[in-house]
């Protein structure tokens, strides 16, 4: 009967792990940014080493809320090397608690003076939100990359598709051009022209499969996925430019403000400028004397009449500060915190740049994208399709139908980059003001 049981849930293990692994392809093979977010989540490996320094963060924090310990010293004196003599004692007693020995025992205790724990504490926490927005800013950043490889993969995925369409209308063309050259109704040059565009369609071809090929292997690394990476299919497509509200784009001085506010790498530099001003206090701490309290029981037998065998004594210890009196470590700690000041400055200027940035490529991205859609792909598809009519009916050589169709697959590719475009720069404006979407 437990055998019967074992086997069962052996069985319900592997088929488990083998439902997990297929839906783990499925997923893969029906990439949506969603799924590729939730993979990245889990095993983006820059996002895995920002959580391991926020817990090493945390444990600092417990190690500098810890008082010094006490000290326990055992010891013993007055061994006589006489091997005659030895230790007797004088009464004739000879046991080991009645020999002539000075055994003692010594408590020493560390009393920390001028709040250093409690500036060690403060320094730790202002670490531990450091790290924390560390984190946050890590997973932005991150996103904001996973982004952009994942409209990289659409976008070899739509050249491909592109590509390969034209390869097709060319073989097609050709084998229609070599039954009418052997007709005599066209000339061999023109054929060698078709020839010649066809060829090069398929180097397009081939060179836009190494860029799907790149591009699922970038996006395989931010999802921890390298070695499936040729099974990734992106199935979502661009984002919509109706999405965006015209009036976020424009930030007030008010408003801007309130974003940089919030942005996590910000935050970070104002925690680590705190811990450097708590770790400034720490520095001139150290010219406050700490005290070293001790107590010592002593068991001395034997020192003669009326004089008692077990003794108390107690003592205190303080540093002189006669050669040194930290003078580095205030002047580092000094250096540490003007650093800390300028790291927020320029953490601050470079998100204003960021912001500026992304705004200005928003904007054009959406200009390009809308003029693509509006416009220029439909005029050239006209365009083509009544060079093709005028072809078949002779009204036009060889030659300005390749042109025109040349025209179409350089606009059609022009447009797949236009729309790549505006989905990176819309992913990076979202990032620069930091939206809920990259938190």
């Not at 293990?13 to 969603?34: G, P, Q, R, W």
């Not at 608690?97 to 060690?120: C, M, P, Y």
């Not at 836009?208 to 040729?230: D, S, T, V």
């Not at 365009?383 to 030659?399: C, L, P, R």
């Amino acid at each position: 009967m437990k055998f019967r049981a074992l086997t069962y849930l052996a069985m319900l293990i592997v088929t488990t792990f083998a439902n997990l692994v297929y839906a783990d392809d499925a997923t893969l093979e029906h990439l949506s940014f969603s799924d590729a977010n939730t993979l990245f989540s889990s095993n983006n490996r820059e996002l895995l080493l920002a959580k391991r320094m926020l817990e090493s963060a945390q444990t600092g924090a417990v190690i500098a809320a810890q008082k010094p310990n006490p000290v326990l010293s055992l010891g013993i004196s007055n061994l006589n090397i006489n091997r005659g003599q030895g230790n007797a004692n004088p009464n004739g007693s000879n046991s080991l608690a009645d020999k002539t020995l000075s055994s003692s025992v010594q408590i020493n205790q560390l009393f920390e003076r001028g709040d250093k724990r409690e500036i060690r504490m403060a320094s730790a926490e202002n670490g531990i939100k450091a790290s924390s927005y560390d984190l946050k800013d890590t997973r932005r950043q991150q996103t904001l990359t996973l982004a952009y490889a994942y409209y990289d993969l659409v976008l070899s995925q739509e050249t491909e598709k592109i590509q390969t369409s034209n390869v097709a209308l060319y073989e097609s063309t050709l084998k229609a051009a070599e039954l009418r050259l052997k007709a005599g109704d066209i000339s061999a040059s023109d054929v060698a022209r078709i020839r010649v565009d066809a060829l090069r369609v398929k180097n397009d071809l081939r060179q836009a499969n190494a860029n799907r090929q790149k591009a699922q292997a970038n996006i395989a690394y931010l999802m921890g996925k390298e070695n499936e990476a040729n099974k990734i299919i992106a199935i979502d497509y661009w984002p919509s430019t109706n999405q965006i509200n015209p009036s976020v784009l424009n930030l007030a001085p008010l408003n801007l403000e309130a974003k940089l506010n919030q942005r996590a790498d910000i935050l970070a530099a104002e925690a680590r400028t705190q811990q450097a001003e708590e770790n400034r206090r720490f520095a001139n701490s150290l010219k406050t004397r700490d005290l070293n309290i001790g107590v010592q029981y002593q068991h001395f037998p034997g020192q003669g009449p009326g004089v008692g065998e077990n003794t108390v004594g107690a003592y205190v210890s303080i540093p002189l500060f006669t050669n040194y009196q930290y003078q580095g470590e205030v002047a580092r700690s000094e250096v540490d915190y003007v650093t800390a000041m300028e790291a927020k400055a320029q953490a601050r200027a470079t998100a204003i740049g960021e912001i500026t940035r992304s705004k200005a490529d928003l904007d054009a991205a959406v200009d390009k994208v809308q003029r693509f859609e509006q416009q220029m792909l439909g005029e050239a598809q006209k365009a083509t399709d009544a060079a093709e009519f005028a072809y078949q009916h002779g009204a036009i050589g060889v030659t300005d139908l390749l042109d025109s169709r040349r025209v179409l697959r350089a606009l059609q590719l022009e447009s797949a980059s236009a729309h790549a475009d505006y989905a990176k720069a819309f992913a990076a404006w979202q990032a620069a003001i930091n939206t809920e979407e990259n938190q």
